[in-house]
């Protein structure tokens, strides 16, 4: 039995997701041109690597590095769940390869969650901020472990960088922004830009950016703004990803928001000339 899921979201550094359950599939040797980075749900995939055995359980983080040829196999009959993200290879860089090979397993429960969280955020549309921003911080961590120096990373206040982010994240509430751009805006390194923001206001930039983006929507909506479209001109996908988050935020869905009250006035006519 085979199940699969695979597709390209719009990340930067991100080539390639894929979910798959297999039960007697086995993967002759090969090698891909990207950092393949898995975590396993489900059984315990077997594989060689630069002719050593190797096993990757469900508390450990795998990865394997860019042109190295490896296998994979069930290492038992019920077969294996595995959730995987392919990265381009400048986004770890050549020269950790040796190490990565040396030592692919990587028994961190910190970082396993939080490659878990980047998953969620690739499988929803609308959280590419999220998912860049998690992103930052497993490369900072994968690069700490392939140098065997992981230790707490200190975060270095810094409120004037986290102020002016924020400035920039209320200007383009609706259009939004990649940390690529912030940062290249701001003349940061993305990791401490997530650190620093997180340090001075107590969550990181894409749950604020989400949280003005609800606001934006309640005031639509209450200026008798149809779901759909506000949720489009709040910056969301579509009407599910605002019910989603105003849900989270709000307490009540959009529909139930706007009919709690006195009767919605007109929707403003758009401006002419």
């Known amino acids: 039995m085979a199940e699969v899921r695979a597709w390209r979201p719009p990340v930067a550094g991100v080539r390639e ?11 002759p040797m090969h090698a891909h041109g990207t950092w393949t980075l898995l975590i396993v749900d489900d059984g315990v995939v077997r594989y060689d690597l630069d002719r050593h055995r190797h096993g990757a359980p469900r508390d ?75 992103l930052t911080l497993i490369r900072e961590r994968l690069e700490q472990h392939l140098r ?12 004037g960088l986290a102020r002016r982010l924020r400035e920039l994240l209320d200007a383009r509430t609706a259009e939004g922004l990649t940390l690529t751009e912030a940062a290249a805006q701001l003349h940061a390194h993305p990791s401490h830009l997530v650190r620093a923001f997180g340090r001075e206001f107590g969550m990181p930039p894409h749950r604020y950016l989400t949280t003005r ?15 759909p479209e506000a949720a ?3 910056g969301f996908c579509d009407q599910s990803h ?32």
């Open 17 to 27: 997701v894929f979910h798959a359950h297999f039960t007697d599939h086995a993967y």
């Open 60 to 134: 450990v983080v795998t990865l394997l590095p860019p042109h190295v040829p490896h296998n994979g196999a069930a290492a038992t009959a019920r077969g294996f769940r595995k959730r995987v993200v392919y990265l381009e290879g400048p986004q770890l860089g050549e020269r950790l390869i040796g190490m990565a090979v040396d030592r692919p397993e990587l028994a961190d429960p910190v970082l396993r969650r939080r490659v878990h969280q980047l998953h969620t955020a690739l499988a929803a549309p609308g959280e590419e901020l999220e998912a860049e921003s998690r």
């Open 148 to 159: 065997h120096a992981v230790a707490p990373v200190p975060v270095r206040r810094d409120p």
């Open 213 to 227: 983006r609800v606001d934006l929507a309640r005031g639509l909506l209450l200026d008798g703004w149809p779901v």
């Open 232 to 234: 489009v001109a709040a």
């Open 242 to 273: 605002l019910t989603r988050h105003f849900t989270r935020v709000v307490g009540v869905g959009p529909g139930r928001f706007t009919g709690s009250g006195r009767p919605r006035g007109r929707r403003p006519r758009a401006r002419t000339g």
